[in-house]
């Protein structure tokens, strides 16, 4: 017998006399989590019509909240302030455990088939492997500058061959957990820069890329373990009043954008041999440089008073401005959906998600929720090095 149940959103029909199966709420990927930075909720959005299906207490301190995805879209996982690694079940849409890993966790990377979450600390200076389904640490790897003293641990990716890749902030290296067997084995290598603050993996996974407090950035060969530099310009540094990241949301394959470390400037490189084509000059401190999907287009937020609620467009090979946007204030957040028909925009201080139609480069819709912060679409369960 066929029993028809309504849900959120919308009907399904569900062999429940048959199968006991039950109705899930909306399409898995009609959602997009967005963290709410005051309260510690994550609310549930639909991204084409801004409508919140759901929303989540956790109890935590989600001030510098990361997130990933099993690719079998049955659990998201989310590191918090305090050490914690939360699971969420995306079907039920609650959260069904918590693990403590430290006392202050700050970023974190799946394996590609979904078998280990690999989560960074500040305190104690460590990576920990946490098996998914039991939700139990199976290994830790103590984060150690030469001279024996606890680093704190940033730039965590996953990097083809079964490795993750992080850099010790107070150690100047890069660290390389390597899968051997049902175990993981670590090495490291010396960076080229001091006080690495975050780093990204290239799109053709070749090359770990660490920004440095002293302006570097250091290009390691993943293959080959040797490290190219790039300088910093000779002006004088200034202090951003939040601090830019990275990922390779930026890397088309043929260029790629970086920020310069503690400049208004971006520096667009040649994606194969990261010699640096251009220096473009920034009205402010760049935080987000992201391509947008199936364009030439190149969006940048921007930090400070004058300009945090300020979007940049330019062009992924010239970087030209095409234009700029106005959207909110203290822009904490930006994402773009698969085909990057919209980007999504987290305006903290003015409690909303701004939906822009990157065609008209216009705003559409305006969600309603309070200190938004993270976005995190469930497709990212199937991109890499995030």
């Known amino acids: 017998m066929l029993a028809l149940q309504r849900s959120v959103g919308g009907y399904c029909v569900a062999l429940t006399a048959v199968l006991g199966a039950a109705c899930q709420a909306d399409p898995d990927g009609a959602q997009v989590l967005v963290i709410e930075r005051e309260s ?47 699971r969420i079940n995306l079907s039920r849409r609650v959260l069904d455990h918590r693990l403590s890993v430290g006392s202050n966790a700050i970023g974190q990377a799946i394996a590609a088939d979904g078998s280990v979450v690999a989560v960074s600390g500040y305190e104690p200076g460590q990576i920990a492997l946490v098996d998914p389904g039991t939700f139990q640490i199976t290994a830790t790897f103590a984060a150690r500058t030469r001279e024996g003293k606890p680093s704190r641990v940033t730039g965590l990716v996953d990097a083809p061959g079964g490795r993750f890749v992080a850099s010790l902030m107070d150690g100047d290296e890069a660290m390389i957990l390597q899968k051997q067997g049902e175990s993981y084995r670590a ?50 540094q200034t202090t951003p009043s939040k601090m830019m990241h990275l990922e390779s949301w930026a890397d088309n394959g043929t260029t790629l954008f970086l920020p310069v470390p503690g400049q208004k400037k971006l520096w667009l490189l040649d994606s194969q ?95 309603p929720v309070a200190s938004p912060a993270g976005m995190f679409g469930i497709w990212r369960a199937f991109e890499g090095g995030l």
């Open 40 to 86: 510690g909720n994550i609310v549930f959005l639909n991204p084409f019509d801004g409508h919140v299906k759901d929303r989540i207490d956790t109890g935590a301190n989600l001030r510098h909240a990361s997130m990933s995805f099993d690719p079998a879209l049955r659990w998201a996982f989310v590191t918090t302030r305090t050490g914690e690694l939360l």
């Open 273 to 367: 041999s990261f010699a640096v084509l251009k220096t473009i000059s920034l009205p402010a401190h760049a935080i987000y440089v992201m391509n947008r999907p199936f364009s030439t287009e190149t969006y940048v937020t921007l930090t400070g008073k004058d300009y945090d609620g300020t979007v940049l467009v330019l062009d992924q090979f010239s970087g030209e401005e095409l234009h700029r946007l106005e959207a909110g204030k203290k822009i904490y957040h930006l994402a773009f959906l698969p085909r990057g028909q919209r980007a999504l925009i987290a305006s903290n201080e003015t409690n909303e998600v701004i939906h822009v139609d990157t065609t008209s480069r216009s705003i559409v819709n305006r969600t």
């Open 187 to 236: 090495s490291s290598v010396a960076l080229a820069g001091s006080g690495p603050f975050d780093a990204l993996i290239n799109r053709r996974g070749s090359h770990y890329l660490a920004g440095h407090q002293d302006g570097t950035i250091s290009i390691l060969d993943l293959k080959t373990l040797k490290v190219q530099k790039i300088d910093p310009p000779t002006d004088d």
